[in-house]
């Protein structure tokens, strides 16, 4: 019996080597081409789980491959390390965020390495490092002096909870990212970034970028959201010195609907109502539905009605009710809609409620002119009616342009542009983030930070539970002098996204201090080659990070990138079963046992445990597998080779311990094959009795390539399983000691991206030390034979043994003649075939 491979061993051995002699720290030849891979960097929260595993495999596997292939190989990592989990978790445990996020990053550090990943542990950063959120602060300036940032009041996405601001995109089902609270509407004085300045050059990049996935394009095009519309000027009667209320419309073809005008409550017509105290409990009631889409489409539509009266352009003779209505925000068009219940789910719930007027004016193509909107409005493509001298256009797509030409001809709107994307507010009210880097004199002017007090530190040992913003209550810290004037620090600090819009710039130049990156290091290694992350972060951090890259770029003679990353790859998440104890709370994995196959609370096995659906690891469920416990285990080689096996990398993969314990076998049947192959290599026979291993050998490389460029990585580990079972077989045969050692040794190298502790023992104990990536023979490629399937019909009636590549006129005359498919033929006419290139001829008869 041959010795079994001793993983942990080999795995620490190796471990070792590589991080005394960081034989993977880049060492960079400009002359060399490069590969930039990066994956998005994790949160420091203690642990990793087999999603982070599953992440970094999949870019390591890929740093591999290109450090084969002679690439100069960027393969970091850093840390995304402020934020308000370090925050909260200060709080409870009497902790310093710092030293809870430090201890986190040593722990995950740790666990990282044992994976054996190729990252250049050298060019580390973190976010919440000085060194880090000092050119940060730089980097905020500078676009505060490019007119990108600004500070403006506004409403904002409040989060109850945690007690500070969020952007559009963090709110999710009308709730906060992060606390699951349900999100208020809060007027506060907030640092903007200019991203919509942006909004048409960021829609055209999408249409560059071909390395994406079409999904996160599509996405990403939504949110930005152009649309085409008109600005219409509404003429307004009443008993207020208002004329005329102006709004923007995409639909301006519906306006025979029309039915009621809405407008924001901070519109200006709100100031003659000021002392109004029922409209300022309308007011205060608005508060509670937040700013997002999402929030505003589920939650009830509320309004206060004015005494004013609008006009409708087309029809001077219709005039509909005014009202200040909750769905209406500043923030898009003119802070006014009109609207037009028959045709917008959201105005036909406010008519109901007000009991106003619901007109049909656009029919579905499959009704008639008689069709009306009764249960729910259609917002669907039809047919005008009931519209006047706009009977019978096809809408939206010929309707909208019609009535536009229309109105402008009249003078009473103009056609033009919108988009849904709107400015990043970046303010947060916490302690633990990157400090806005200006300050307020006693007049309130702004002031930046000169660059001889940068960074601007955190404040420590501070009180974390003072109500709000810690920082509010620091005086000490908040007092400044700036060229002899006293003046008072801005006390939020900037979302965490910011930190990550910019992080993949760093690890070009993690060590420079005068700037956030060299420009020559910026020309050789950006954009990244490949980025990979999960598809959650599709909108928010891709979208910002393409922002950044055009604002530090904008009026740069040195630098002009656009697009931080050509290539980018969303993989799918790792899933687990989830469980709940009998009080319904989740339970662990390791807090279960089972018995008679049905599933126990250890700590007391009378408690049944339920057992709910798969889904993707999370410590608020707490179905996550502990990677260090696995690799304890079973080894990283296997890790690597189960969380590769199962799915094609962009689809969820379920854990399984039979899958582990099976990955974990077959990296010992390697080994043992390993020892058979060593073997056959010291009888060093004189001839080969056959080409078959070599033949094998090419064909074997040839579809790990392929599947290695194309992202196919469980298929590399279909392919390994196939050249266990072939190469068994052939080393029985007889073949010299050069052949065997030539090919073995390309079998082994093709090993390194998936198994690579197992790759580099082997390879040692054959006295390799340097290697490449093997090329392949295409002629050697190419199979002798190929048994080519025959349908009739669609129906399979045969295989027919033939050389490759012949062409379809030979085979279908060869077909004729096969004595088992003739039958199928005879008194029939050919009506014409279908032939797949060396795999399927269909006759159709």
């Known amino acids: 019996m041959v010795n ?266 709100s100031k003659f109502y000021e002392k109004n105290d029922d409209f300022i409990k309308f007011k205060e009631e608005c508060s509670k539905t937040g700013t997002t889409e999402e929030a505003i489409a589920v939650g009830e539509k509320i309004g206060f009605k004015t005494n004013l009266k609008a006009i409708n352009p087309l029809n001077p003779e219709q005039k509909v009710p005014v009202y200040f209505a909750n769905f209406v925000l500043m923030d898009y068009g003119f802070g006014a809609v009109f609207g037009c219940p028959g045709h917008d789910q959201r105005d036909f719930d406010f008519a109901k409620k007000y009991d106003l007027d619901i007109k049909t004016v656009v029919r579905p193509h499959d009704k008639e002119d008689d069709y009306k909107v009764i249960t729910e409005a259609y917002p669907g493509e039809g047919i005008l009616i009931n519209s006047d001298f706009l009977n019978g256009i096809e809408a939206p797509n010929k309707s909208v342009l019609k009535t536009i030409e229309i109105l402008e001809e009249k003078n009473l709107g103009s056609k033009t542009v919108n988009f849904r994307l709107k400015d990043w507010g970046v303010s947060r009210q916490r302690y633990w983030g990157c400090p806005i880097p200006v300050a307020y004199d006693e007049n309130g002017e702004i002031h930046k930070i000169p660059d001889s007090m940068l960074p601007v530190k955190l404040p420590q040992n501070i009180n974390l539970n003072a109500k709000g913003n810690p920082l509010d209550h620091q005086k000490d810290w908040k007092e400044i002098i700036i060229d002899g004037k006293k003046m008072m620090r801005e006390t939020d600090t900037l979302d965490t996204f910011v930190c990550s819009s910019w992080y993949f710039l760093r690890f070009c130049s993690p060590k ?170 010291n009888k060093n026979y004189k001839e080969d009795t056959d080409e078959e291993l070599t033949k094998y050998t090419n064909k074997y490389l040839k579809k790990v390539t392929k599947n290695l460029e194309n992202f196919s990585y469980n298929k590399i580990v279909a392919n390994l399983h196939e050249m266990y079972t072939h190469v068994a077989k052939l080393i029985n045969n007889d073949y010299k000691q050069e052949t065997l050692r030539e090919n073995y040794q390309k079998i082994l190298i093709s090993m390194q991206p998936v198994l690579p502790h197992f790759s580099n023992e082997c390879l040692e104990l054959m006295g390799i030390k340097n290697f490449k990536w093997p090329d392949y023979d295409e002629k050697l490629t190419k199979e002798d034979k190929i048994n080519l399937v025959i349908q009739i019909n669609g129906k399979k009636r045969g295989l027919i043994p033939l050389d490759p590549d012949k062409t379809e006129e030979e085979i279908l005359d060869i077909t004729k003649k096969d004595k088992q498919i003739v039958k199928y033929l005879q008194e029939n006419q050919i009506k014409k075939s279908i032939y797949i290139k060396n795999k399927l001829l269909n006759i159709i008869i």
């Open 4 to 269: 079994r491979y001793n993983f942990k061993l080999v795995e620490t051995k190796w471990q070792d080597i590589w991080e005394k002699s960081k034989s993977f720290s880049v060492k960079v030849d400009k002359n060399k081409k490069k590969f930039y891979c990066l994956e998005m960097f994790p949160y420091p929260s203690g642990k990793i789980h087999m999603g982070h595993v599953r992440n970094y495999t999949i870019g390591d596997v890929l740093a591999r491959y290109k450090a084969l292939q002679g690439y100069n190989v960027l393969h970091p990592m850093g840390w995304d390390s402020f934020g308000m989990p370090a925050e909260n978790a200060a709080k409870q445990n009497n902790l310093d965020p710092k030293d809870w996020t430090e201890s986190n990053i040593s722990k995950m550090k740790s666990q990282l390495k044992k994976l054996g990943l190729s990252i250049d542990w050298d060019r580390e950063i973190s976010t919440c490092s000085e060194d880090y959120y000092k050119h940060q602060q730089k980097f905020f300036l500078e676009l505060l002096d490019k007119k990108l940032v600004y500070r403006k009041e506004n409403y904002v996405n409040w989060d109850p909870v945690d007690e500070t601001v969020l952007a559009n995109e963090q709110v999710i089902d009308g709730k906060g990212w992060r606390s699951g609270a349900t999100v208020e509407r809060k007027k506060l004085s907030q640092w903007f970034f200019n991203i919509s300045k942006f909004s048409q050059d960021l829609l055209d990049g999408l249409e560059k970028l071909d390395n994406w996935p079409k999904k996160v394009k599509t996405m990403q095009k939504n949110w930005i959201g152009k649309s085409f519309g008109c600005e219409i000027d509404f003429k307004i009667e009443g008993d207020l010195p208002v004329k005329n209320i102006k709004c923007f419309t995409t639909r301006p073809d519906t306006l025979f609907g029309f039915s009621f005008l809405a407008v924001s409550t901070d519109h200006e017509i």
């Open 512 to 681: 420079e201090n005068d700037y956030g990156f060299k420009e020559d290091d910026i020309k050789y290694w950006m954009p990244v080659d490949q980025y990979i992350g999960g598809v959650e972060h599709a909108i928010l951090h891709l979208l910002y990070s393409r922002f950044f890259m055009r604002a530090i770029s904008k009026d740069n003679n040195k630098i002009n990138i656009k697009e931080p990353f050509d290539g980018l790859f969303t993989q799918g998440m790792v899933c687990h079963e989830t469980y709940k104890d009998p009080d319904n709370n989740w339970v662990s994995p390791e807090e279960i046992e089972t018995i008679d196959g049905k599933k126990y609370l250890k700590t007391d096995n009378t408690k049944p445990v339920k057992v709910g659906a798969s889904e993707s690891m999370s410590k608020s469920k707490k179905n996550t597998i502990d990677p260090e416990n696995i690799i304890a285990i079973y080894g990283a080689d296997a890790a690597r080779l189960f969380i590769l096996s199962d799915s094609p990398p962009e689809k969820d993969v379920q854990w399984s311990e039979e899958g582990i314990s099976s990955s974990f076998k077959f990296v010992q049947k390697l080994w043992n094959l390993n020892e058979k192959m060593m073997e056959q290599i």
